[in-house]
């Protein structure tokens, strides 16, 4: 969520839950027709610059001071591109969404490759981002977290204002489930064999009793581990307890590790 002005909001989610969302806030709206919702998908072209060198490539294309911190974002110009720079990642890296008009992607595109491939840039597609994110230990809307899970039980409960600003649909259940404590976690697993890798729906056993099934999962290629997120019973979600995960119809053992079990201080992001 970036907010444009006083007034106006840019809200961003998962690829395949545009019309969800849109459908969610469309029917919240207030009846006296005090806020206005649109889809803008198809007005603007982003593209992600992501990695340690992603500043020195962008400060090639571009005059503007990139300065500003993450979480934030400025309007600056790219070769001859205008760019809404958002200072956001979804893999753990330095770096900026890029937010340009529909016709000037392609230019935008040329522009950073060119750029970039002599400090090493390439391409990279859903696998790479979604490799990355699991040792980011960032949650994959649709798969690790639905709109039946609640933030506390999916680690997310940092994201939540629950003792102060505005009140909010669902802020009294949270409250709730805060003072009750919750009946499950989401969590990540780090499988034994790092080639053996859980995609999805994967059962998981503890003591020989199936207790949970993978969400998501993958190979860090970063960490050189394989990674495999699932809901966990609360009291068997601790780091360090054991489990098992089937593969394939072999059953890897598996571990609870802290996460995130990439750059968990944050500063990679921040640099």
């Not at 400060?59 to 809404?84: A, K």
């Amino acid at each position: 969520m970036a907010r444009l002005a006083e007034d106006r909001f840019l809200l961003v989610t998962g690829t395949a839950f545009g019309g969800h969302d849109l459908g969610w806030i469309r029917r919240h709206l207030p009846e006296d027709g005090s806020v206005q919702v649109r889809d803008v998908t198809s007005r603007e072209a982003v593209l992600g610059l992501f990695g340690p060198r992603a500043r020195d490539i962008l400060g090639e294309l571009s005059p503007d001071d990139l300065s500003f911190p993450y979480m934030t974002w400025r309007e600056i110009t790219v070769g001859n591109v205008p760019v809404r720079a958002h200072r956001v990642t979804y893999v753990g890296e330095l770096g900026w969404e890029l937010y340009a008009p529909m016709e000037y992607g392609l230019a935008l595109f040329d522009a950073l490759l060119e750029a970039g491939r002599p400090r090493g840039l390439v391409p990279a597609g859903y696998r790479a981002i979604d490799s990355l994110r699991l040792e980011k230990g960032y949650r994959a809307w649709g798969a690790d977290i639905t709109p039946e899970d609640t933030p506390l039980e999916a680690g997310l409960g940092f994201a939540v204002k629950l003792d102060a600003g505005p009140d909010f649909i669902g802020r009294e259940a949270l409250l709730r489930q805060r003072e009750e404590g919750v009946a499950r976690r989401l969590r990540c697993l780090v499988l034994d064999d790092p080639r053996a890798q859980a995609l999805g729906n994967e059962p998981v056993r503890h003591e020989g009793r199936v207790v949970a099934r993978v969400t998501s999962g993958g190979i860090g290629y970063t960490v050189g581990r394989s990674i495999a997120y699932a809901w966990l019973p609360a009291g068997l979600d601790g780091v360090g307890t054991r489990f098992e995960v089937e593969v394939f119809g072999e059953w890897v053992g598996a571990e609870v590790a802290a996460e995130p079990l990439w750059d968990p201080s944050g500063e990679r992001i921040r640099a």
